[in-house]
């Protein structure tokens, strides 16, 4: 072969490899399929050397698809060409070619350990393409160009947090790391013997406590204590020899001969690192270490399996977490030996090449001036100065309430009441500040626009602070009423012996508004405080209230309610939300106030969705012509808020003698 043959068949095959890039999703997604409907679980439960056809297959699935066989064939073709299944082919006595598909090397790592796996990465892929994780690529581009961390834009919140918010997701990345942490621990164990010896040992951001399990299993006598997140432990199953303990890791950890720490570091920046390690520092005796596993970045990238992995890892942190990825072991030198000592321990090269990382052991050298690290050293008052006395809360409630507790009332108050709690003292002021409590509050205020679309307002318009998105994103008000109060001077008449050359009328519209996109409306002459006990659904046709759905865009309001009867009455509202002050979203315009009527066809009760039948009508435009449209120009007072516990007392109650006309403002 010419050397011009050579380099055209060489780059023939870039060309086949860019094709190849650009198909890759297709592999990841397709096994992600197979691991989910348990087809690698089938096919190796058939047994070592089996083959299994598609229609055997499909037949183990619940499925009454008659094309079902089609497509598994289809995927399982695809998955033997990157050699994770085995083919061979058989001959029916119809003369049809059959494939048949058995289980290939890798599967050994996707299954199920009743298989007889080693530990399975299964789990692993599926946390890695689940819906949550890819939505944060989406914002990839978004973080290279503008700054940010692309899970953060993806739902305004860390990817810490995000799991207490969907439990769903929560199972998916519990089950992964347990799953990830036997196959590592199953490698660790063959070549390190530093658990030998050991009481006690902490497990620094443990999860559900797998790790712990496999170390006290193998090691009866340790006693495990399984350190991490309260609503991580949530779900933990109880393990012999194992207490979970929940915290927070950069505030204290608990005490033990040994600290272990896998996968832990490389998810925070520098300077959580050495508080963390500090703290780690603070806990153990004289003679304990930590037992650090990260994996390692190469200073030069080559094309290595190994090399893939790594730099693969480092980019899924970078995108949800965006922490400096794998690279502790490269930091070590500078930063990390003010914690530790020299290393102890060489990494036999079998354990690297197997699990792709490395295993540091730290033994903790007391050093008495690490304990004045970030102390700052006041002057010392004189005898007797109030400044010398320990400092005690004056609050009663805050020395005998604790932080916890004070957490858990106020994430169980409204907005409002966390507002009038901050106006008691300091530490409320500051704790309700917490994004969990505005969070809960925005995407229950906002719920007809989706949890997604939320999110990606929130980090397009109000930097990814749910308490400024509360208080500057238009809000239709549900925990009260809307009020428009009207009032016209009618003429009197004269009687034998009064004469009222006038009367002032006054009469109400009343808006009760809910979440879910419907409205309750009622036109009376009641007051305020007489008319809020009927404001329900559960009100009597005698009580003429008439319920509704509206829109809301910006600060736009599009509402309907049918009015029943011989000849049925649509009412179109179109308001406009403000407030007197920032969030109060207290005042509704009234923009319009149109009567029209409909057919009998167009409807078919009171609890339609009347807005959909008269979207993109005109405001002269009637679909009966014994009921005209109509524009009314009168009534039409702003809408004042006022909310439940404010009805009895509101001046809105006031009769017309005491307030003949109201300035909404």
Known sequence: MSQQ??????????????????NVVILPMVLKSAIELNIIDIICAAGDGKFLSPSEIAASLPTKNPNASVLLDRMLRLLTSHSILKCSVRTGQDGKVERLYGAGALCKFLVKDQYGGVGSVGPLLL??????????????????????????????????????????FNRVFNQAMSNHTTLILKKIFDVYKGFEGLHVLVDVGGGIGVTLNLITTKYPHIKGINFDLPHVLADAPSYPGVEHVGGDMFVSVPQGDAIFMKWILHDWSDEHCLTLLKNCCKALPSSGKVIIVESILPDIPDSSVTSNIVCEQDLLMLTKIGSKGFIFARRKEPAFTVMASDFAFKVPAELESALRLNTVQYYITKRPW???????????????????????????????????????????????????????????????????????????????????????????????????MWLLRPRIRTDGLYVSRNTYIRTGIAEWKITNPVHLVCYYRYMRFFP????????????????????NFRSAKADSVFSGHYTFSDDKVEAAVLYPGMRPTVLRIRLRLRGTTVGANNRMDLLSLVTSGVNDNEVCGPDEDILGVVEGWQDDETHNPDVPAVSHK?????????????????????PVEKMDYFVPG
């Not at 393409?129 to 305004?156: Q, T």
């Open 5 to 22: 043959q050579e380099e055209e068949k060489e780059e023939e095959e870039v060309g086949k490899l860019a094709i190849r890039l650009a």
């Open 127 to 168: 946390l890695h393409h689940d819906k949550v994780f890819m939505e944060s690529w989406c914002h990839f581009n978004d973080a290279v160009l503008e700054g940010g961390i692309p899970f953060n834009r993806a739902y305004g919140m860390t990817a810490f947090e995000y799991p207490e918010t969907d439990e769903r």
């Open 370 to 468: 690490l304990d004045l690290y970030g102390i700052n050293v006041r002057p010392v008052a004189p005898v007797g100065s109030t400044s010398r006395k320990v400092h005690v809360d004056p609050a009663l409630l805050h020395r005998t309430l604790p932080d916890e507790l004070l957490y858990e009332v106020f994430a169980r108050m409204s907005p409002y009441d966390l507002g009038r709690a901050a106006c008691v003292c300091r530490k409320w002021r500051y704790t309700i500040r917490n994004p969990v409590f505005w969070r809960i509050a925005c995407l229950k205020a906002w719920q007809l626009s989706g949890v997604v679309e939320n999110y990606k307002i929130l980090q397009a318009k109000y930097d990814t602070s749910w308490r400024k």
């Open 516 to 535: 879910s996109g419907r409205f309750l409306y009622k036109n009376s002459s009641q007051k305020l405080k007489d008319v809020a006990k009927f404001m």
């Open 634 to 654: 009168r009534g039409l007072t702003p809408f004042v808020f006022v909310p439940f516990e404010e009805i009895a007392t509101s001046f809105l109650n006031l």
